[in-house]
């Protein structure tokens, strides 16, 4: 059901099994599993979702202090904490590209770039599996084999021919900008299971001590009325996870003075340095046609690959699953080099071939952070994020590699000349609004924020479902593994583990 905060009585409590803060494509997918159960009694989940109605953010609410490298930026996103998300229904998926691949057994494997993931690659990709259609509404699952596209696409695609000693290497990008509220929303809607609170702000959490950890008795959620905190309402649950996005969901637990007992909740802060404004000269005569539609155009393709025609590159919000082919590094050059991934794309930025979209994987630092500021919000009163972006000099011998190799590939095949590669000082690069890192997943406790089962060390009942999870990044966009790594935690809660 979807239920407005506002029709309960001021003061009263509602129980579930599970209760979640945040609606966006985290909280949708960690919901979806419990909306048919067979399992006896099944278990009862509620959304706790900031906004009040479809279509209406409570925007000002994620306002805060851009610091390091996003101070003072002249280009888009001039205020990445308010650019960077959406707090509304849905969350940002109602403004995000779509732009989906899974991680590579590598990047959990923290090769060449530690830390490794506290979790086997095998176990995550049987998530991604069932994430690629049924949550992300994505073609087939085939990422590292071009031939299969090649196959099944109604205009005729061609790998690059690339040399066999080349450090580049071709890989799948699919798109499909779903809006989860407008996909899922009418399954909850429809739910005896899964409720949808609006207008619901969570503002904090009742805890007791319960032998070293402290366990979460109650989420508590607030309605806005006049731009001022209206009524108080109490959720109690077996288990509470934090959906809220990486940034509120970090804010979320500092003010909570829950999760750091290690000293790493905040730190780490990751996100991909984006560079758009690299060119070169398109030699089209020399590139066959099979290679032009596959990695300069991109094709659109029917989930159940009915029907495949080309497209330009999607905006955000576009509607059906396309696919392009990039190109991202061998492991063994990472290795050679030293140096951390990256993804190379020549579609176009803007539909202007002969621009170089690319973006690289960024290192933890120890700098980059989330952090309460002396800010306060306009309705609550409560702290600010302070929101710094920094890079290592890792990003800078990455980008050289990066676009040395690209250029060396082009022109060896004679695809193209005249190359311009910014100089890469730090600032050249863009954010690319995937917020990740700050409540890292570890083995152990002192190394990070939440257990390999996303649970916060410091609580026995309190669960993370977000990219501040995040050990390393990759170069790959973020919330296809934030999907995945829901539908994980929804397993295991319904194994019912001890609260
Ligand atoms: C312009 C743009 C383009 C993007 N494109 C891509 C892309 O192509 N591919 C990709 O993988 N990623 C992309 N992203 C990132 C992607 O949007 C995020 O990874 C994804 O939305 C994260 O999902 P989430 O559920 O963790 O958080 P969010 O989607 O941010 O959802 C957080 C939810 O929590 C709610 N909330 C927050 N605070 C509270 C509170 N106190 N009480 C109650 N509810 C609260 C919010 O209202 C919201 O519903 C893009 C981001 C932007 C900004």
């Known amino acids: 059901m979807e239920i407005n905060l506002s029709t309960l009585k001021d003061g009263e409590t509602r129980h579930y099994d599970i209760c979640i803060m945040g609606s966006g494509p985290a909280a949708f997918a960690l919901a979806l599993p419990f909306l048919q159960q067979s399992t006896k009694p099944p278990l009862r989940v509620a959304m706790l979702e900031s906004s009040p109605a479809v279509g209406f953010d409570v925007q000002s609410l994620y306002d805060g202090v851009n610091a390091g490298l996003l101070a ?19 969350g940002t998926s109602n403004h995000w590209g779509g732009w989906s691949w ?29 994430a690629q259609k ?24 061609q790998e690059m021919p690339l040399p066999a000693d080349s450090p580049l290497r071709t890989r799948i990008l699919q798109f499909h900008a779903i809006k989860f509220q407008q996909e899922y929303g009418g399954l909850v809607r429809n739910s005896s299971l899964v409720d949808a609170y609006r207008d619901a702000n969570v503002t904090g959490l009742e805890t007791e001590v319960f032998g070293a950890a402290s366990r979460v008795k109650a989420m508590v959620a607030r309605t806005i009325v006049n731009r001022r905190p209206g009524q108080t309402n109490y959720f109690t649950a077996k288990y509470f996870v934090l959906a809220a996005g990486a940034v509120a969901t970090t804010r979320f637990l500092l003010q909570n003075g829950l999760g750091n ?50 497209q330009s590159l999607p905006s955000p919000g576009s509607s059906g699953a396309t696919f392009i082919a990039g190109l991202v590094p061998k492991l063994g050059f990472l290795r050679d080099k030293g140096i951390s991934s990256f993804r190379v794309l020549l579609g176009g930025v803007g539909n202007r071939p002969g621009t170089i979209q690319t973006n690289i994987e960024p290192l933890p630092t120890s700098t980059g952070t989330i952090s309460l500021s002396d800010r306060t919000d306009p309705v609550f009163g409560q702290k600010e994020v302070e929101v710094d972006w920094q890079l ?8 050289q590699a990066m676009f040395d190799a690209t250029q060396q590939a082009l022109e060896g095949l004679g695809y193209g000349s005249n190359f311009i590669i910014p100089q890469l000082d730090d600032r050249v690069w863009d954010p690319g609004l995937h917020p990740m890192g700050t409540t890292r997943m570890a083995a152990q406790q002192k190394d990070g924020v939440v257990d390999p089962n996303m649970r916060v060390f410091d609580s026995s009942n309190l669960y993370v479902a977000s990219s501040s999870t995040f050990p390393t990044a990759g170069y790959q966009n973020p919330t296809f593994t934030i999907c995945a790594l829901a539908l994980r935690l929804a397993d295991f809660l319904k194994s019912g583990p001890p609260s």
């Open 72 to 90: 003072n930026r002249l280009s888009w996103p001039t205020n990445y904490c308010l650019q960077s998300r959406l707090r509304t229904y849905g």
């Open 102 to 130: 899974p991680l590579e057994s590598s990047d959990l494997a923290g090769d060449p770039v530690p830390p490794p993931w506290p979790i086997p690659y095998e176990e995550l990709l049987g998530y991604y599996k069932e």
């Open 134 to 157: 049924p949550v992300m509404q994505l073609g087939a699952f085939e990422y590292d084999n071009p031939q299969y596209w090649i196959d099944h696409s109604a205009t005729p695609l």
């Open 261 to 310: 007992s290690s000293g790493h909740l905040g730190q780490h802060f990751m996100d991909h340095p984006y560079l758009n404004s690299a060119s070169f000269t398109l030699n089209r005569g020399n590139i066959p046609d099979g290679v032009y539609n596959f990695y300069f155009g991109n094709a659109i393709v029917d989930p159940d690959q009915r029907d495949l025609s080309l």
């Open 392 to 399: 290592t000099p890792n990003a800078r011998k990455t980008g």
